[in-house]
Structure formats: structure tokens, C-alpha cells
């Protein structure tokens, strides 16, 4: 189990460094390699948390590889979901670990990404709801050492689910949740001012519900989001 285990970290290692440059293809092949002896690894001992979570993560990225490389959708979307499968199992094993929740929400999320960037709208929206609450549980129990980043996720999230509001055509529904997401930024840029990253979320998340608001017919209120 050792060995397997060492030979799942060098081949997560030699696909990180083809990823780096820009090898996708070949970080796919050795990734496919890694998520074999991964699945074996993690059968052996199924309660193990640490086999579980490196077999959710190599699923996840396999999902975003096999994406970018424009892979058969169904088998990109069955990366997402055995990921999930995964990371719920982990979550029954540490019900009361934030991270857990947060990842298995992370997982969930990038299922309705992954949904969205299809154009299957419908699908998408119950996947992002629950990621959306999956989040909102995480953030709620998480110690202030990952308060901020669990926070957000959960408005990067958010956005997502606006947009697939947006796109079923339910405006009502996608200005609340973007709205949300630029309360929670505000907070965010409030509490940690020099953090660039969350003045450039908040500048996104305004700019697209300032679009919104053009929809529903209030320029003025849109205009001054985008000042």
C-alpha cells in the first residue's frame, strides 16, 4: 500500500508539472494512470479519509482536464459526479469538519459549472442551489482562519447560480443571489481592504448585477453600481 500510495504522489506530481507546461494531453494520460491506482488504493481501506480525498481530487481534475481538452461532456460530467461521491462519503466519515463541507461544495459547485458551460441550464440550477446551501453550511461552523475564503466561495457561487437564474429566465431569482454576492464581497473588501482579490471579485460581481438591473429596466441604478 506504501509503494501505491508513493507511485499516486509522483504521477499527481509529473501532471502538475506537465500542466505547468501546458502539456494537457499528457497531464491527462498520467492523470488517468494516477486515478487507477488511486480507485485501488482507496478500495483497500474505504474509511480511510486521506485515500478518499486524493481520490476526489484527482476525479476533479480530471473533470477540468478533460474539459479544457473537449472531451465527450458525459465523461466530463462523470468525473464531477465521482468526485462527489467521494467527497460525500468523506463528509458521512467528518460531519463536523468544515473543510469537508466546504470541499464536497467545491465539488458540487464545479458539477454546475461544469452544467453551465454547457448550455444545460436546467440541469445546472438544483446543482448549484445545493452547492449554494452546501456553502452556506460550511461558512456557518468555519473557525476565522478559513472564515474568509469559505465566504468567498460561497459568493463565487453565488454568481453562478445568478447566471443560470438569468439564463432560465427567472430575473427575479438572479438578482438576489448576485445581490448577495456583492454583500458578501462588501464585507469582505470592508474586513481585509488590502486584499486585491476581493476588490477585483467585487468589481465583477457589480458589473454583471449592474447588467441585471439594465435588464429589469433601471438604468440609474445600474449606472451607479458601475461608478
Same mark, same amino acid.
Request: glycine share 4%.
Given at each position: 500500500?506504501?509503494?501505491?500510495?508513493?507511485?499516486?504522489?509522483?504521477?499527481?506530481?509529473?501532471?502538475?508539472?506537465?500542466?505547468?507546461?501546458?502539456?494537457?494531453? @499528457?497531464?491527462?494520460?498520467?492523470?488517468?494512470?494516477?486515478?487507477?491506482?488511486?480507485?485501488?488504493?482507496?478500495?483497500?481501506?474505504?474509511?480511510?479519509?486521506?485515500?478518499?480525498?486524493?481520490?476526489?481530487?484527482?476525479?476533479?481534475?480530471?473533470?477540468? @482536464?478533460?474539459?479544457?481538452?473537449?472531451?465527450?461532456?458525459?465523461?466530463?460530467?462523470?468525473?464531477?459526479?465521482?468526485? @462527489?461521491?467521494?467527497?460525500?462519503?468523506?463528509?458521512?466519515?467528518?460531519?463536523?469538519?468544515?473543510?469537508?463541507?466546504?470541499?464536497?461544495?467545491?465539488?458540487?459547485?464545479?458539477?454546475?459549472?461544469?452544467?453551465?458551460?454547457?448550455?444545460?441550464?436546467?440541469?445546472?440550477?438544483?446543482?448549484?442551489?445545493?452547492?449554494?446551501?452546501?456553502?452556506?453550511?460550511?461558512?456557518?461552523?468555519?473557525?476565522?482562519?478559513?472564515?474568509?475564503?469559505?465566504?468567498?466561495?460561497?459568493?463565487?457561487?453565488?454568481?453562478?447560480?445568478?447566471?443560470?437564474?438569468?439564463?432560465?429566465?427567472?430575473?427575479?431569482?438572479?438578482?438576489?443571489?448576485?445581490?448577495?454576492?456583492?454583500?458578501?464581497?462588501?464585507?469582505?473588501?470592508?474586513?481585509?481592504?488590502?486584499?486585491?482579490?476581493?476588490?477585483?471579485?467585487?468589481?465583477?460581481?457589480?458589473?454583471?448585477?449592474?447588467?441585471?438591473?439594465?435588464?429589469?429596466?433601471?438604468?440609474?441604478?445600474?449606472?451607479?453600481?458601475?461608478?
Amino acid at each position: 500500500p506504501a509503494d501505491l500510495a508513493a507511485r499516486v504522489k509522483l504521477l499527481w506530481h509529473l501532471a502538475d508539472v506537465a500542466l505547468q507546461n501546458a502539456d494537457t494531453r @499528457i497531464a491527462e494520460n498520467v492523470m488517468l494512470h494516477a486515478q487507477s491506482l488511486a480507485e485501488a488504493y482507496a478500495a483497500q481501506s474505504p474509511d480511510d479519509v486521506a485515500r478518499l480525498l486524493q481520490q476526489a481530487e484527482i476525479e476533479s481534475w480530471l473533470g477540468y @482536464i478533460q474539459g479544457e481538452l473537449g472531451r465527450p461532456a458525459a465523461q466530463v460530467l462523470d468525473r464531477f459526479r465521482a468526485a @462527489i461521491v467521494s467527497y460525500r462519503a468523506i463528509v458521512e466519515l467528518q460531519p463536523d469538519d468544515p473543510e469537508a463541507r466546504n470541499a464536497l461544495a467545491s465539488a458540487v459547485n464545479n458539477h454546475g459549472a461544469a452544467l453551465s458551460n454547457l448550455g444545460r441550464w436546467q440541469e445546472a440550477l438544483p446543482v448549484l442551489r445545493e452547492a449554494v446551501q452546501l456553502r452556506r453550511d460550511a461558512a456557518a461552523v468555519a473557525p476565522n482562519s478559513v472564515l474568509a475564503k469559505f465566504t468567498a466561495e460561497l459568493a463565487a457561487t453565488l454568481g453562478w447560480l445568478s447566471s443560470a437564474e438569468e439564463a432560465m429566465f427567472d430575473l427575479s431569482a438572479a438578482v438576489a443571489a448576485r445581490k448577495e454576492a456583492v454583500a458578501l464581497l462588501r464585507d469582505l473588501v470592508q474586513r481585509h481592504p488590502d486584499n486585491r482579490i476581493f476588490q477585483a471579485d467585487l468589481a465583477v460581481a457589480l458589473r454583471f448585477e449592474a447588467g441585471l438591473h439594465e435588464m429589469e429596466g433601471q438604468p440609474g441604478l445600474a449606472l451607479s453600481l458601475i461608478h
